[in-house]
């Protein structure tokens, strides 16, 4: 309790308006609740409404973000909806590795009857706790691997994208997002916690595509909002842009 009040206080002096944006948030969702009709729905839990909840952090907002009953984010449904699209869920022998899952994902995959394990150093939020960099499977196990808003918090990402690349199979194909600045050629090291940034270890620069394509991908570049297009963007509530790197095994 003392060690949250320490860190809201921390907040607020680094970010006076993290205050605004809480009590935005907070007024949006509770408007949400008696707002009536189906405007949006969300791809992951079926559930539908008016428009998503916000959410806010020390140095932003986001309307129409979180859905209230999954708690999936905009990049959570871009994602599952690009799966869709690209049909990687009409294959049942598909075996799938989610790495820090995606929200409300294991409901989702088990519903289909897909093969699907998720990890996490925290078992509250996975099937099983493993270590990314120590992936403890065989070469060649997976099909499919998502990798969703992780590599950012892992301090040996190359290790990390390596052991994907390992326990990937021939043909298999990975989804790789992290929050990078696209304007910025060089991704930036913290040499100590930013407060602006107190959760991630680094900013991301463009140079992240070809640090991943390093581990052994070929990497391809998709704007998952554009490749929804505009009616399923809304209807899902996925924003502007959400940039994924999908790979391939080089070789396989
Ligand atoms: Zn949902």
């Given at each position: 309790m003392f060690n949250q009040v320490k860190w809201r206080a921390r907040l607020l002096f680094t970010s006076p308006a993290s205050a605004v944006y809480a009590f935005k948030c907070r007024c949006y969702n509770l408007v949400n609740l008696f707002l009536r009709g189906k405007k949006v729905k969300c791809n992951i839990c079926c559930w539908e409404g008016y428009r998503f909840s916000a959410m806010a952090g020390a140095y932003y907002i986001r309307y129409n973000?979180?859905?209230?009953?999954?708690?999936?984010?905009e990049r959570n449904r871009a994602l599952i909806a690009y799966m869709n699209n690209r049909g990687?869920?009409?294959?049942?022998q598909v075996r799938y590795l989610d790495i820090g899952p995606i929200k409300g994902a294991r409901a989702y995959f088990e519903a289909k009857h897909c093969d699907y394990i998720s990890i996490d150093l925290d078992t509250k939020y996975a099937i099983k706790k493993m270590d990314v960099t120590r992936l403890q499977f065989l070469d060649e196990t997976f099909d499919i691997i998502i990798c969703s808003h992780v590599l950012e918090h892992v301090k040996d990402d190359l290790l990390a994208s390596r052991e994907m690349a390992r326990v990937m199979k021939p043909g298999g194909r990975g989804y790789i997002m992290v929050p990078f600045?696209?304007?910025?050629k060089e991704t930036i090291e913290y040499e100590k916690p930013n407060p602006r940034d107190p959760l991630h270890i680094r900013s991301y620069g463009r140079d992240f595509i070809d640090r991943i394509a390093s581990a052994g991908f070929r990497v391809q570049e998709v704007d998952l909002v554009a490749e929804a297009g505009e009616a399923k963007a809304a209807l899902y509530g996925l924003g502007k842009e959400e940039i994924c790197v999908v790979c391939t095994k080089k070789g396989g």
């Open positions: 973000a979180i859905c209230p009953v999954c708690g999936s984010a990687d869920f009409s294959d049942k600045d696209k304007n910025r």
